[in-house]
């Protein structure tokens, strides 16, 4: 290809011992490569969230507040500054959902206490005596009910435990009245037996002091009877208007959608560590410690089969300054098929005037030739040559060397050659004249030959290439097949990696047994998914 002695390659990535620091783009870029899972992932969160809200009844909450009020004697006195800390609301919230309340709900509605229970809650607003019962249900009519019916029970609770306490207050000053009372018409007997004498007027003293007992007694039963037992009032009753729905639906469609992305985030940085692939150069130039040869990137949109001829050509100069004729180029790849990055180095080295002859013992030779005539298109046209002559205008004259009389023309025989048999024994048989297919260039072509510019590409196996100064041997992966390995050590090898796809285990172990089979690559080619 070129008679100059290869310069050395120059190191074109960090020394060994700078470590790379990890960008943004390099947490991006795990999630982006593995979008199909995320996406799998998220639609599955989604259908999980959308299946619940579907398929769960949604429930319907409605509020009942009570105010609580402390138990006292005289419902006109004013409290005082410790009016809020009169009633303990952690005692009157643990009342609200005790197990009175739950099951006086359970007979009245007719349901179990656990659903009760999980369907009741009591919040108590910091320092202020209000207790605000939610009741969810299924329907509007059955959470008004169950939270009315929760604040009026809790009511009835507090009430029936506050006239208990007084019930047993009033027996007590009742028995101890009675008690009194008892004395006291004993004393009266004794006053009257002894009246005018020394033990009369002693027990007329103590018949005063059982009378005061007594007075103070009876006092103490009407204040304790006057107290007023009331728990307290619902200052707000649920009602149907004011039902909303426990939740808002809609966002659990939202939470779906985001926890399953999450989930899928997740899951694609598991199977990122457990199947690393090659995502840039620094990847690869890591993984197989080769000099970069270049970049083959895609033409068009995302998953355009096309590849920039551009950075096939200058792959191709790479190639070209490091092998010398006779050369012997393996183009070797992990699992991956080199097909038509193959063909597009052919194209261009022999759009120089190389002869190039690919070498594929696979069964490729016709995609080889398909993608080299496609190729061969698009090859960058010379201004400065015209493809077709001009035509030369009316009167010009001839050229230099030619003739200035031209014979006459002669015409056509009717009696093709041939056509009838000669009576002459002696007569030379004629033979119609076959064209030989010529090139562009002037030269004479092969049936497997292709011209490019002002070279030539020609395809066949590897032995048929044996003569050849430039051969390209397009090699199987080497993961199935050794035969890409077995030509590189008769010349050189071109690592192709496929960006997305070729995973560093592969190129590592790939690098690994070139090197083990005395086998120094050239470099490596990163390609895109697609065409190349």
């Known amino acids: 290809m070129t008679d100059t002695t290869p310069a050395p390659w120059p190191t074109d990535g960090p020394s060994a011992g700078t470590a790379r620091a990890v960008t943004l783009t390099d947490l991006l870029r795990v999630p982006m490569h593995r979008l199909r899972l995320v996406v799998a992932v998220a639609l599955v969160g989604l259908l999980a969230a959308l299946g619940y809200v579907l398929l769960v009844p949604a429930a319907v909450s409605a509020n009942a507040v009570v105010a609580v009020r402390p138990v006292v004697t005289d419902a006109f006195t004013p409290s005082g500054a410790g009016a809020d800390r009169a009633v303990n609301m952690n005692v009157e919230s643990g009342l609200a959902t005790g197990t009175q309340v739950v099951q006086r709900l359970a007979d009245a509605t007719g349901g179990e206490p656990r659903d009760i229970r999980n369907a009741l809650e009591v919040e108590v607003p910091t320092g202020g005596q209000i207790l605000r019962f939610t009741y969810q249900a299924s329907n509007a009519q059955r959470a008004v009910q169950g939270a009315n019916l929760a604040a009026q029970a809790y009511l009835d609770v507090r009430r029936t435990m506050y006239e208990q306490q007084r019930a047993e207050m009033l027996r007590s000053y009742d028995a101890s009245i009675t008690k009194v009372a008892a004395q006291q018409a004993a004393v009266q007997k004794r006053v009257s037996s002894a009246k005018g004498t020394a033990v009369g007027d002693a027990a007329l003293a103590e018949l005063s002091g059982i009378n005061n007992q007594l007075t103070q007694l009876n006092a103490a039963r009407t204040e304790i009877a006057a107290v007023d037992v009331n728990p307290g009032w619902i200052t707000q009753t649920a009602e149907r208007a004011l039902a909303t729905s426990a939740g808002h639906r809609p966002l659990y469609l939202v939470a779906g959608l985001l926890g399953g992305a999450l989930i899928g985030v997740v899951l694609a940085y598991v199977w990122e560590s457990t199947d690393r692939r090659v995502r840039s150069v620094s990847d690869a130039r890591d993984a197989s410690g080769l000099p970069l040869l270049g970049t083959v990137r895609r033409a068009g949109f995302r998953g355009s089969p096309r590849a920039v001829d551009a950075d096939i050509r200058y792959v191709a100069m790479a190639v070209a300054e490091r092998v010398r004729q006779p050369a012997r180029v393996a183009l070797v790849t992990a699992r991956e098929d080199a097909t038509a990055l193959t063909a597009g180095l052919a194209v261009a080295l022999a759009a120089d005037g190389r002869e190039v002859f690919v070498a594929d013992d696979s069964g490729r030779v016709e995609r080889l030739r398909a993608v080299v005539l496609a190729d061969r298109g ?132 790939l690098v690994e047994r070139l090197r083990a089979a005395g086998v120094t690559p050239l470099g490596f080619v990163l390609t895109r998914n697609g065409r190349a």
């Open 378 to 509: 698009r090859l960058p046209i010379d201004p400065s040559r015209p493809l077709v002559p001009k035509p030369r205008p009316a009167g010009t004259p001839s050229p230099a060397g030619a003739t200035a009389e031209s014979p006459a023309p002669r015409r056509p025989s009717p009696h093709p050659p041939g056509a009838r048999p000669s009576t002459d024994p002696d007569a030379t048989l004629t033979l119609p004249r076959v064209a030989s297919g010529n090139s562009e260039n002037g030269r004479p072509a092969s049936a497997d030959e292709v011209t490019v510019g002002v070279g030539s590409v020609r395809f066949g196996t590897w032995r048929q290439g044996a003569d050849h100064g430039l051969v390209l041997f397009n090699a199987p992966p080497a993961e199935s097949d050794e035969r890409g390995v077995a030509v590189a050590r008769q010349g050189g090898a071109v690592v192709v990696v496929e960006r997305d796809r070729t995973r560093q285990s592969d190129l590592r172990r």
